[in-house]
């Protein structure tokens, strides 16, 4: 008889979490995230509140995002930006832009987050990443109803031809699902290049919020603080990053509150970080705003 054959040995699989944690980050951080936002005031006296545009992909939790900041600030779930259960549902919940003021208890923040109707790959391509482009250089109203098949022109009544320095968004949000996001079709991916080249010529800059983290690791379900050591979501940042041309700097993963009925903190601190991340962007463009103003 011959002697079967022994078979190779397969390397074993890379370990889920990493040696060490890939950001270095402070768990213990809320209540001065917290203070340091509510006391936060914009550069230019003659903004009294900042605009922020939130876009990204259908499901992805644009909505849930804006609740979630709330959430965190009022301690306790807060659910004023409409948020779309149905599964499966592949079209934008939001119709409108609309404009959402974040409130720490009754008091209002100095930043306001303007919902938009998410991106889909099939639509025509022009035609949602006009109107995000027009969004954030303030040509769209808030309260504007969006049209899926026709973006808003300057030959339309409802344009702002001339908009005020406090109409324009000074930082774009990207919300991605960490799930889904490898599966993105190219067509997305594209109108996402399209919308960062425009407006980074304008100097607007840009912070991806990578949500859904607790779904896409089941070491950072089963505990969030595990989310800068694990392996897989590293390698969704960076896939992110070579994708979508965004800095890892500027790319944070979440969780949204979504099923909880109270807040919790390590949801929370992510959240709030994320949120430093996107004011101080936004704060530190407004202050260069002469460079970016045409003659």
Not at 237 to 264: A, R, W
């Amino acid at each position: 008889m011959g002697s079967s054959k022994s078979q190779p040995q397969q390397p074993p699989p890379p370990n889920p979490e990493l040696n060490k944690p890939w950001r270095k980050f402070d768990w213990r951080q809320k209540e001065a995230l917290k203070k340091k936002l509510e006391n936060f005031s914009p550069s230019d006296p003659n903004v009294k509140e900042i605009k922020i545009l939130v876009a990204g992909q259908v499901g992805a939790g644009k909505s849930s995002f804006i609740n979630s900041i709330e959430s965190a600030f009022q301690g306790r779930i807060s659910t004023r930006a409409l948020v779309n259960s149905a599964e499966g549902d592949s079209h934008s919940f939001t119709q409108k832009l609309e404009g959402f003021t974040i409130r720490s208890g009754r008091k209002p923040l100095p930043f306001v987050f303007f919902d938009i109707m998410g991106l889909e790959p099939a639509a025509l391509v022009g035609t949602q990443t006009e109107d995000i482009i027009s969004a954030v250089f303030g040509h769209v109203q808030d309260g504007y109803k969006l049209n899926e098949e026709q973006p808003l022109t300057f030959q339309d009544l409802e344009f702002t031809t001339n908009p005020n320095l406090s109409d324009q968004s000074f930082c774009l949000v990207y919300v991605i699902d960490a799930v889904t996001f490898q599966l993105v079709e190219d067509r997305l991916i594209d109108k996402l290049k399209i919308i960062r080249k425009r407006i980074s010529d304008k100097g607007i800059p840009q912070v991806v919020v990578m949500t859904k983290v607790d779904e896409a690791c089941p070491l950072v379900g089963n505990d969030l603080k595990m989310v800068y050591t694990s392996r897989r979501i590293k390698e969704k940042i960076v896939q992110c990053s070579n994708k979508l041309g965004v800095p890892m700097t500027n790319i944070f993963p979440v969780k949204n509150y979504h099923e909880e009925i109270d807040t919790e903190n390590d949801v929370d601190v992510l959240i709030l970080k994320a949120l430093e991340q996107i004011v101080q962007s936004a704060d530190d463009r407004l202050l260069d705003n002469e460079k970016y103003t045409e003659t």
